[in-house]
């Protein structure tokens, strides 16, 4: 099931405008490097749309978030830093404080979401989501509350795509 993070239309034939999108998907894996989804990022003049697969886990709801460095290094992937959080709020869509711009939707595996990540670019500029050590695209154990600074309680990092 797909839930939209914004009502934002993100299809450039819609809205008339070009998109830039990333090479290939960026490839989710576990600590033991077996590769468990993609990760996909498509920029449009508005913002970009980020598009998560996964599947080979265990079914269940889990919380999704962008990380602030392009590391995925195992076992913990400590290595992706914290949350993404330029704009310096609190974690959590239902934190009045919040949101981080990296708190994405939790993930129900087997599944997809999309995200819109409206004012910002895949790379370039001030306002890239992709900044000058990277990003990266981690997979908690446990759903996110999106409330609870500063991970919305879910857990340990169980999957991690470099972008």
């Given amino acids: 099931m797909t839930r939209l993070l ?11 405008c070009a998109t830039t999108t ?8 576990t600590a033991d490097g077996r590769q468990v989804g993609t990760v996909q990022l498509i920029e449009d003049r508005a913002g ?8 080979g886990l265990p ?16 076992p913990d992937f400590t290595s992706a830093g914290p949350h993404w959080n330029p704009t310096s709020r609190e974690h959590g869509t239902q934190n009045p404080n919040g949101p981080h711009a990296g708190d994405l939707p939790n993930i129900t595996v087997p599944g997809t979401v ?21 990003a990266a695209v981690v997979l908690h154990a446990k759903a996110d509350d999106y409330r609870t600074d500063p991970s919305g309680n879910s857990g340990d990092r169980i999957a991690c795509a470099v972008l």
């Fill in 6 to 16: 914004s009502l934002a239309l993100t299809s450039a034939a819609l809205a008339g």
């Fill in 48 to 55: 970009v749309t980020m598009r998560v697969n996964v599947s």
């Fill in 22 to 29: 990333m090479p290939e998907p960026a490839a989710l894996r």
């Fill in 59 to 74: 079914a269940g709801t889990h919380g999704l978030h962008i990380h602030a460095v392009g590391r995925c290094e195992g």
């Fill in 114 to 134: 999309e995200a819109r990540l409206d004012g910002w670019r895949i790379r370039g500029g001030e306002r890239a989501v992709v900044d000058a050590d990277g």
